[in-house]
């Protein structure tokens, strides 16, 4: 079963306008952490946000803010008033305390390519 | 430089050759991850090092694959008699805690993209 599931593989918005970008999450663990990352076309993934499973508390950065229910497993990510130098692909990703993927080691979803065009 | 350093950036294989690609993570960073990246797809972990010793290798796909840190910094993964499925992004990571923190922030190097052809 996939653990990080991203449903939107490409979104198009036109700028100024809001998007957001869904992401639910599997796993038995009940310490983990969620994250954000963005991959620019140059390749290099950008660590955007860390939160971990006690704390339900939406962060907002900026024009940027996450969503995290636990109750649905979502981490959903907003951005407001987006821009050109937004598009980019983003990264939705779990790390779960004994995963198999090394302690520290993240599994992705499949990414969201998100185009904001002029 | 100040961040993680991969190379070569691309490179062109025949198929059977063996291949060999660098990582030179972050100055300090005890621990190092590498993760394989298909096209249109999401990283997936290849292997994990704690300082000089992998902890991790349960994500390489098959003992073609091989991958060493022998003094705890610049790390190489090698792949051997290389074949067309292996074309992907390789990426590295760097990170300052060791295994078991759970906290997972990683930082990524801009990847290697292997073509086998």
């Known amino acids: 079963a996939q653990k990080v599931t991203q449903a939107q593989t490409e979104i198009s918005v036109v700028e100024k306008e809001d998007v957001t970008l869904d992401c639910v999450y599997e796993t038995r663990d009940t310490t983990y952490y969620l994250f954000w990352y963005k991959q620019p076309p140059s390749g290099e993934l950008v660590f955007l946000i860390r939160?971990?499973?006690?704390?339900?508390q939406n962060e907002i950065s900026g024009r940027y803010s996450w969503n995290f229910q636990k109750s649905t497993s979502s981490f959903n990510f907003t951005i407001t008033a987006s821009q050109v130098v937004d598009s980019a692909v983003y990264f939705c990703a779990l790390s779960e305390t004994f995963s198999g993927g090394g302690a520290d080691g993240l599994t992705f979803g499949k990414g969201t390519h998100l185009i904001i065009q002029p | 430089g100040a961040g993680v350093s991969q190379s070569p950036r691309y490179k062109v294989a025949k198929r059977g050759q063996d291949v060999a690609l660098r990582c030179d993570p972050i100055s300090g960073h005890v621990s190092l991850f590498w993760y394989q990246q298909a096209l249109g797809q999401g990283p997936e972990f290849l292997t994990y090092f704690q300082n000089e010793a992998q902890l991790d290798k349960s994500g390489l796909p098959s003992d073609r694959f091989f991958a060493e840190r022998p003094e705890g910094s610049v790390s190489t993964l090698k792949i051997q008699r290389t074949q067309q499925e292996d074309s992907a992004v390789y990426l590295c990571?760097?990170?300052?805690?060791?295994?078991?923190?759970?906290?997972?922030?990683?930082?990524f190097g801009e990847g290697s993209r292997l073509t086998v052809l």
């Open positions: 939160r971990n499973s006690f704390d339900e």
């Open positions: 990571a760097s990170s300052p805690r060791t295994s078991g923190s759970g906290t997972g922030e990683l930082f």
